[in-house]
């Protein structure tokens, strides 16, 4: 991998990251911890497999304004570890480690993850990514804005469709209660796309959040109580 890519290496950078992983894997012995790197990349996209090393590409470190978006893409990958969807890649890694690096990565950026994965794995990363965020104290991730990036940068590129899902109606395609029918449009959408539509990532999440950690947070919050 060094061979084949520039990694970013200035001090802003590299502080940054290591802050944040540190952070989030406080709590883990050491030798479990994985460490974060960011290739010069133009995909806009954050992966990792076997081993103990997540890729951040420099195109999507560098839209992220604060330390909670970064943590964010930190955390989700890490799930990936936790969930042990990574132990998915072991059929396919006599394949790909005979690839040269640049091969490779472009493959793992070009969404690879995502395919071998799957949406529902996804979702599940999104979810206890989010979990070990709110666990490391980056409450101001309630707002999501990670996705507001993301759907910015597809609609600068065009992709409307990544944005708003086969029905731009709604954003509850996720939503376990939803009609077998939804369900099945969404799951046929994923399959072909590998992806999830931005909006239903976040409304998922959003709905993650408000059932599992805002009663925890506004008990714990000195703010008044709105009087309930
Ligand atoms: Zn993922």
Redesign the pocket.
Known sequence: MREAMTFEDAAWAVDRIRRVEGRLQASRLAANRLTVEIPWMDEVN???APGGYIYFSRRLYEVCATDEQVAFVVA??I??HDLD?VALFHGWADKIARLPGAALFALFFHGL??LV?GPQ??CD??RHGLDLCISAGYEGLRRLELFDILEQHALNVGDFDIVYGPDAESDDELDENASWTTKAQIWAWQKKRGYLPIRDRKQMLRKHFEAKHLGSLSKSSKLPSGGG
Do not use: C, I, L, V
């Open positions: 954050a992966f990792t989700h990958e799930a990936h969807h993850e995502r994965y794995k996804e990363a999104d």
